[in-house]
């Protein structure tokens, strides 16, 4: 996410560093790096104007000149102003009469129909009783789409043949409201927004069931253009809300950053990849954070604690002090790891001080040891994975060839595993004057 973007930022604030002071000439050549690096990632050229206006006005006062260390109150005012620029996050309107109605509106490919089932995981998980509307008639293979996503989800779902949206939509509406539903998502065809005879048909559907969210699904990745549909949507009909997918691309993500600005919509959600938890709730702090190269700790601790087992965390740490743990632990935790997803986006949320350490390792490569690694520990015996000391070499081979790897990779394994163990019982013995949660 931003890759190129951060990397051109982080050249600049490096070069910042190394000034004990900063002049006006100082800080007028690092905002034209900056200007460049924004209208390179498609940034709307009015908004980088009035972003860096801002910026250089603080930046020549008082409050950089006088700084302890002016490289890095530079850098303050420029992720203060970013996160001024993101906007205020916007938060669902779940309020009303039951059921609420949220309308998903977007360009055909936008990522609309995945983003709808999305958004229907995240509000069940909230506890909201979500119903999913089929309302796309002129794609067959939509509504098919979302019914095989609402069975995957376990989400209920409506559809009918042979009738107009607005129709689907009131009689969807109905029938989960008849249903007990307090959410209902529906899912209306991708159409332009100079397209009058679709643009009416969204009026309409607006007109009859009144939804307490219109939310305009847009592609991160077509840069600029995706400004533009915004705001060619909001001319038409209401939009109150803003889904921006793809954005764990890298290509023109500056998007995001023009989005409130230019239409003045709120970012609701950001779509982060293809798995069905890839969608994260928008938080301008923490994106302007990942932007900086600051990463994102908080998002992390808590896609962490959504997806690990605490209790057999705690268990699993338990073992490793008192010198029990097993390779079957070890494949436990690397279970738990792939859990939080691609181990690029993990890496991409650590913080900008650990740089070296990430452009050390190699993301592709990792997740390829790990799925070696897990292939490796399945394909042993519950015996051997509890006690490796019994594999011989026919015991090795077997494996091997179960896992699709060498022998050498067994024996790799092996070593790697016994290292640890032995560093593990030291520190056990030692004691490391750590509390682990759940343990006592």
């Known amino acids: 996410m931003f890759e190129s973007l951060t990397n051109r930022l982080q050249q600049v604030f490096k070069n910042l560093s190394r000034q004990a002071k900063l002049s006006e000439a100082d800080v007028d050549a690092s905002l034209r790096e900056v200007r460049l690096a924004l209208l390179e990632a498609d940034v709307n050229y009015q908004v980088v104007k009035e972003f860096l206006a801002r910026v250089r006005e603080r930046a020549i006062g008082a409050e950089v000149s006088k700084a302890l260390n002016p490289s890095q109150q530079m850098v303050k005012i420029i992720h203060e102003e970013l996160i001024r620029e993101l906007g205020e996050p916007g938060k669902l309107n779940l309020t009303g009469q039951l059921p609420r109605a949220i309308l998903m509106v977007g360009l055909q490919g936008s990522g609309k129909t995945t983003t709808t089932a999305k958004l229907a995981r995240i509000l069940r998980a909230k506890g909201e009783r979500v119903w999913m509307v089929a309302a796309d008639t002129y794609r067959p293979a939509a509504i098919q789409q979302l019914k095989i996503l609402a069975e995957e989800i376990d989400v209920p779902f409506f559809s009918q043949d042979n009738e107009n949206p607005v129709k689907v939509c009131e009689k969807g509406f109905e ?94 959600y950001i779509g982060t990849g293809e798995a069905r938890d890839a969608l994260e709730l928008f938080a301008p702090d923490r994106l302007a954070s990942r932007i900086l190269g600051m990463g994102d700790v908080l998002s992390l601790i808590e896609k962490a604690e959504a997806t690990i087992d605490q209790e057999a965390a705690a268990e699993s740490a338990e073992r490793m002090l008192k010198g029990e743990f097993t390779l079957e632990d070890f494949a436990q935790q690397l279970q738990q790891v792939r859990k939080m997803g691609p181990f690029s986006k993990i890496l991409d949320m650590l913080p900008g001080g650990m740089a070296p350490a990430r452009e050390q390792i190699d993301s592709e490569a990792a997740e390829k040891q790990m799925v ?55 520190i056990g013995k030692r004691g490391t004057g750590l509390s682990i949660p759940g343990l006592r």
């Open 175 to 268: 029938s989960a409201a008849r249903g007990g539903a307090s959410v209902v998502l529906m899912d209306t065809a991708g159409r332009s927004q100079i397209d009058p005879a679709m643009m009416e048909e969204l009026a309409a559907i607006h007109t009859r069931i009144q939804p307490v969210e219109i939310l305009l699904v847009a592609d991160a990745m077509t840069g600029q253009e995706a400004v533009n549909i915004a705001a060619g949507f909001k001319e038409r009909i209401p939009l109150t809300g803003l889904i921006l997918t793809k954005m764990d691309g890298d290509a023109r993500g500056g998007a995001a950053i023009s989005m409130r600005s230019v239409t003045g919509v709120p970012i609701k």
């Open 372 to 426: 070696h690694t897990l292939a490796i520990i399945q394909s042993m015996t519950l015996k051997e994975r509890r006690n490796p000391r019994i594999l011989n070499g026919g015991r090795k081979r077997r494996i091997a060839a179960g896992s699709g790897t060498s022998v050498q990779q067994v024996n790799q394994l092996i070593n790697q595993y016994r290292q640890m163990k032995k560093l593990l019982g030291t």
